[in-house]
């Protein structure tokens, strides 16, 4: 049975509907352009009292060290997500210099592209295949655009798990799961009312979505 991440949280409503209803992750992002971006302070007290089953994860953009520590210091983290251009070399440092396990992020539009991604397999703990962002994107991220799931197929890196993001909504997850035999999937503004906003029913079935997967 697959699980799921909801990304992006800010509230305490969202964050509330993503662990009653069953996600696995839960992600917060520390990338101030994002409308999803929240402060550390803020994230530290959405975490307080999670239970230890779900894991919360940090979203960073070719985050420094003291971009790294002024959130680690404040926040608890199961894992910190890389979703900028870091080279593989930059995720086992901060795999290393951290403790903490890494999720590098992959932008994924043609089967080619998981050839490139073979340079992390050994540096990350998890991958995370998204849509590339479109040419005039101002941001890193698949955008909630999705990509021809079906490319996934190929990755024969069992050793290494992976989420699957990237246009998925309540509607769709269940095609996207049986598509790119996805075990963990990942959605942000597929559960959203409004840019950056989570809707705590959209959430519920999403979860319910990949719960019946």
């Known amino acids: 049975m697959a699980v799921a991440k909801i990304c992006g949280i800010t509230d305490e409503d969202a964050m509330v509907a993503a662990?009653?209803?069953?996600?696995?992750?839960?992600?917060?992002?520390f990338f101030p352009p994002s409308p999803r971006a929240i402060l550390p302070k803020n994230a530290a007290e959405l975490v307080e009292g999670m239970p230890e089953d779900v894991q919360v994860v940090g979203l960073f953009v070719d985050p420094t060290d003291d971009e790294l520590d002024?959130?680690?210091?404040?926040?608890?983290?199961?894992?910190?997500?890389?979703?900028?251009?870091?080279?593989?070399e930059r995720v086992e440092q901060v795999r290393q210099?951290?403790?903490?396990?890494?999720?590098?992020?992959?932008?994924?539009?043609?089967?080619?592209?998981?050839?490139?991604?073979?340079?992390?397999?050994?540096?990350?703990?998890?991958?995370?295949?998204?849509?590339?962002?479109?040419?005039?994107a101002d941001r890193p991220g698949g955008h909630g655009l999705p990509f021809a799931w079906d490319i996934l197929r190929a990755w024969d890196r069992d050793d290494v798990p992976w989420m699957l993001a990237g246009g998925l909504t309540p509607d769709n997850v269940a095609r996207a799961?049986?598509?790119?035999?996805?075990?963990?999937v990942d959605v942000s503004s597929g559960v959203e009312h409004e840019k950056g906003r989570k809707d705590p029913a959209l959430i519920k079935a999403f979860l319910d979505a990949v719960a019946a997967a």
């Open 19 to 29: 662990v009653e209803h069953g996600a696995a992750y839960v992600g917060l992002v």
């Open 177 to 184: 799961i049986a598509e790119s035999g996805a075990e963990i």
């Open 97 to 136: 210099e951290y403790a903490t396990p890494v999720m590098k992020a992959l932008g994924i539009a043609q089967a080619s592209d998981l050839q490139d991604a073979q340079a992390y397999a050994d540096a990350a703990d998890m991958l995370l295949f998204d849509a590339k962002p479109p040419a005039d």
């Open 70 to 88: 002024a959130v680690l210091n404040h926040v608890r983290l199961d894992m910190i997500q890389l979703h900028g251009k870091e080279s593989a």
